[in-house]
């Protein structure tokens, strides 16, 4: 079977690849335009770790059929960063201890983020709520849902909105 | 055969096309149709969709609200219309699932899903298939012959807003907080005039189910203590749900009548 053309906007760039019939986003991303960050976990939708934004939307990348995201801005953490300048999320999970062995934390850091774009001032049932469909066998959630506070803090703080 | 997927401008084509082939199914937001591709299932070898999104409109149809059968639970959130909706839209998966999960999947969706399709079922909606001319169908029609309506499309759904405020009451039991799958989910429409109560379970049966013999026992009843004695000990007449990994069937029985109290009582819990 012919693959077929997809082009799409990757935290910021504009990419054209080929996808098979039935390819999900995830290996789209993992093996046809090597961006590693959103993981392989499940491929089932309920672990979270290839979780990206679509258009601002959190997403499960291993449920998108590829062929359906034409034209779409896709969102991943490797576009988390300015330069060498870490996210304020990437930066409270560093300060809280929020990943051990990491392999949710991309994950989590989308889903965070796609929380804060909406809603720069989430309650903690908002964030609990945002991060339900993660999972995380290492940290206990306590400590995300810390750096996520206090990540909506800094960033409200950057904006002179303060707390 | 290699694997196929076929897009269409037209549902009339789209119908078309999976009527034509057995082995092909209609991808609403493929939460459930791609974890089966992710898995290898051989179930199915085509993925038949529509290029345009004619199918995500929600807009109002005479004294109905037409909800379109591609508009997904976040849609639903995001609307002001369908806000007696609100709390069965958030209780589907997480917020990654919901902005793809669609209504039209919903109605498909085998134990333990189908939270959505529960609720429809408690309101009377009515279901419309795209591109055979057909009219529309009664949800209890629609559920109770499921699999065979596999090879249409769903355009969208027919459902009236809930006439008394507090009259729709829906209870998800889950054992994971916030989110999880349903040990059982309960529905109910409960017009204060109380007649034309209907009330649905989900994961009580392989698809939603009515309770005939609760609906029965509440005509005209008081919604207190001593009014819904009748109903609940009718909770699971004429049903016999499944064990599963959530719950076994002993359980399921033992506690319908206590989350059935505590919906119809309005009780927290
Ligand atoms: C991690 C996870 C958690 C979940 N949690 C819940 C939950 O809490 N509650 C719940 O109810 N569900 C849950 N689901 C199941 C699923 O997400 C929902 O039921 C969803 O609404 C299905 O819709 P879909 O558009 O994704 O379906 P798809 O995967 O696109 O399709 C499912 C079935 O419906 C058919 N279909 C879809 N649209 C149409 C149409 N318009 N016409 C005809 N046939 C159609 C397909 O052919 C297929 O057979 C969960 C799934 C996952 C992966
Ligand atoms: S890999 Fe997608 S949810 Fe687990
Ligand atoms: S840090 Fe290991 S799974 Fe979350």
């Known amino acids: ?163 | 055969m290699p694997f196929r997927v076929e897009t269409f401008d037209r549902i009339e084509d789209a119908a078309r096309a999976l009527a034509a082939n057995r082995n092909a199914r209609f991808y609403g937001g493929g939460t459930i149709l791609m974890c089966a591709v992710n898995a290898g299932s051989q179930s199915f070898d085509t993925l038949i969709r529509i290029n345009r999104n004619d199918l995500g409109i929600i807009r109002a149809e005479g004294d109905r609200m037409s909800i379109g059968s591609g508009v997904t639970m976040s849609q639903v959130l995001q609307s002001r219309d369908l806000d007696f909706l609100h709390p069965v839209a958030i209780a589907v998966g997480g917020p990654a699932i919901r902005t793809a999960a669609t209504v039209g999947g919903n109605l498909y969706a085998a134990a333990p899903y189908g939270d959505f399709a529960t609720a429809l079922l408690a309101l009377g909606a009515e279901v419309q298939f795209g591109g055979d001319g057909g009219s529309a169908m009664p949800i209890d029609q629609f559920l109770a012959d499921r699999d065979r309506h596999r090879e249409r499309i769903v355009s969208n759904i027919l459902v009236r807003r809930p006439g008394d405020a507090g009259s729709f009451r829906f209870r998800k039991v889950t054992r994971v907080k916030p989110k999880g799958v349903a040990v059982m989910t309960l529905a109910a429409l409960l017009p204060r005039s109380r007649s034309g109560i209907r009330v649905a379970y989900g994961n009580m049966a392989p698809t939603p189910v009515r309770a005939a013999a609760v609906e029965r026992a509440l005509e005209g009843a008081n919604l207190d203590e001593a009014g819904i004695g009748p109903a609940l000990a009718a909770a699971t007449r004429g049903l016999s749900p499944a064990s599963d990994a959530l719950a076994s069937q002993w359980y399921r029985q033992e506690v319908a009548p206590v989350h059935l109290k505590r919906m119809l009582l309005g009780q927290a819990g």
């Not at chain 1, 693959?3 to 993992?30: H, I, M, S, Y």
């Not at chain 1, 939307?57 to 300048?85: N, Y």
């Not at chain 1, 989590?108 to 066998?137: E, F, H, T, W, Y």
């Open chain 1, 1 to 163: 079977m012919a693959k077929k053309p997809l082009q799409f906007n990757l935290n910021g760039e504009d990419r054209a690849v080929f996808v098979a019939d039935g390819e999900n986003l995830l290996d789209t991303l993992r093996r046809g335009v090597g961006d590693l960050t959103p993981k392989f976990g499940c491929a089932q939708g309920t672990c979270g770790a290839c979780t990206v934004l679509i258009d601002g939307e959190p997403r499960m990348s291993c449920l998108t059929l590829s062929e359906t995201i034409g034209g779409s801005r896709v969102e991943t953490t490797a576009g988390l960063g300015d330069g060498g300048k870490l996210h304020p999320l990437q930066d409270a999970f560093m300060r809280n201890f929020s990943a051990q062995c990491g392999y949710c934390t991309p994950g989590m850091l989308m889903a965070a983020k796609a929380l804060l774009d909406r809603n720069p001032a989430p309650s903690r049932d908002d964030i609990v709520q945002a991060i339900s469909g993660n999972l995380c066998r290492c940290t206990g959630y306590e400590p995300i849902i810390r750096a996520i506070e206090e990540a909506a803090g800094m960033a409200r703080g950057a904006t002179g909105a303060g707390r």
